[in-house]
């Protein structure tokens, strides 16, 4: 969270707090307006305040080499305003229902109360719990969706598959984010949950870091677990590297072992295993990793020509029967992966909408492949749900770290 939209995004969960608590008074007539207001605007500005005054000090914490996950004070604040932007649409919608109801004579609502609980008396309980429910889902979701990482384990087959290839582990992480609520502590279990699986290389695709002040703490965790990887790490850009600072996150990358690459191609192997650590055949046919570039364009023509030509940028000069893994941060560039044959499209982005309810709204919204596994005759597309990110507020879709060992199918 930087510049406008940190302001705005304190804005508009402050207002929106506010217009919950005259919902939730609307709805449970507590008789209490005035005060039940005041304590919502004081809690909504300390909430505010508090993760304003975090994101300024930040910088000098991390200098310091303050080693917390994040600071209790803000994660109590950001789960207040969250449970606001949670509790709004549910009230909304209780109060929609019940305003019939209140119009109605009090001579037919004293006989439905005569035959049981009326259902004003039903929605207005409703209500009253509401409240309760949304703290503590964004209690949950905050506190969880910061904490808990899933490795997932996929087990590719293919047909083409170079012999030299089969049993071959490759890792991805995606939009870590480090920052306010991913700490460098976050990047090194991330790090430690690939290597465990005995991957033989690791993809980044993007969205590495937001708060500049840990670029030290992260050149220095990638450079110490380099070698736990044989074949290398590669990276991708995201969108969050030219917002925050892409000169500087370049130069720290440049810093360490890893593998940058944009709208360009490596060649792992140029056949039989050969530049691979552990890995012999006799299949001549080269492997290579390629990465596109973010895309910026807007409208649709305009996005899908610039995918198209970063993606031919990197297919150039990759012979066409190589074994090829693309890394993309955009989960879009699956499209291309699988209209150019591509074996293996890695990417990310989305964070798989972070709130699974959402996420049809999400797709709905333009991102055709939100997270998870995507086949297109034996091409496949592949979506992280996000490493890290930048609101840790995550329910039914955890942070997570992929692995995928490709299998030569007999």
Not at 42 to 54: D, E, F, M, N, R
Not at 320 to 337: K, Q, T
């Amino acid at each position: 969270m930087k510049g406008h939209f940190f302001i705005n995004f304190m804005i508009i969960t402050t207002i929106l707090c506010i217009l919950t608590g005259l919902l939730w008074d609307y709805a449970a007539r507590t008789g209490h307006r005035r005060l039940l207001l005041f304590a919502d605007l004081v809690l909504s500005i300390l909430s505010a305040v508090g993760l304003a005054h975090y994101e300024e000090i930040f910088p000098s914490l991390a200098a310091s080499g303050w080693d917390g996950l994040y600071d209790w004070k803000a994660m109590a604040g950001l789960i207040w305003l969250l449970a606001a932007i949670l509790a709004f649409p549910c009230l909304l919608l209780v109060d929609a229902f019940s305003l019939p109801f209140r119009t109605r004579r009090r001579r037919r609502r004293r006989r439905r109360r005569r035959g049981g609980v009326s259902r004003r008396t039903f929605l207005k309980g409703a209500a009253a719990l509401l409240p309760a429910a949304a703290l503590a889902t964004s209690g949950a979701g905050n506190l969880l969706g910061e904490r808990d990482l899933d490795t997932t384990y996929h087990l590719l087959k293919y047909k083409n598959l170079p012999d030299y290839l089969d049993g071959y582990k490759i890792g991805q992480l995606s939009d870590l984010h480090m920052g306010l609520f991913f700490s460098p502590r976050r990047l090194q279990e991330a790090i430690d949950a690939v290597a465990a699986q005995g991957v033989n290389r690791l993809e980044i695709t993007g969205d590495l870091i937001d708060e500049l002040s840990l670029l030290p703490q992260a050149q220095a965790i990638i450079a110490a677990n380099a070698d736990r990887f044989p074949d290398g790490i590669d990276f991708c850009y995201g969108n969050h590297e030219y917002y925050r600072d892409f000169d500087a996150i370049t130069a720290m990358l440049e810093k360490t072992p890893v593998r940058i690459l944009r709208n360009s191609s490596f060649r792992a192997s140029r056949g039989c295993g050969q530049g691979l650590q552990g890995c012999r055949g006799r299949d001549g046919r080269s492997f290579y990793i390629v990465a596109a570039d973010y895309s910026f364009a807007r409208g649709d023509s305009a996005f899908a020509a610039e995918r198209e030509e970063y993606v031919q940028k990197a297919l150039d000069g990759v012979p066409e029967d190589a074994f090829v893994v693309m890394l993309a941060h955009h989960s879009a560039f699956i499209d291309e992966g699988f209209k150019h044959h591509i074996p293996l499209t890695l990417c990310g982005h989305t964070h798989g909408a972070q709130f699974a309810p959402i996420g049809p709204l999400v797709t709905a919204l333009g991102f055709k492949y939100l997270r998870g596994m995507f086949q297109h005759g034996e091409y496949r597309g592949y979506v992280n749900r996000g490493t890290g990110h930048w609101l840790p507020f995550r329910v039914l879709c955890s942070r997570e770290a992929s692995v995928f060992e490709l299998r030569k199918q007999a």
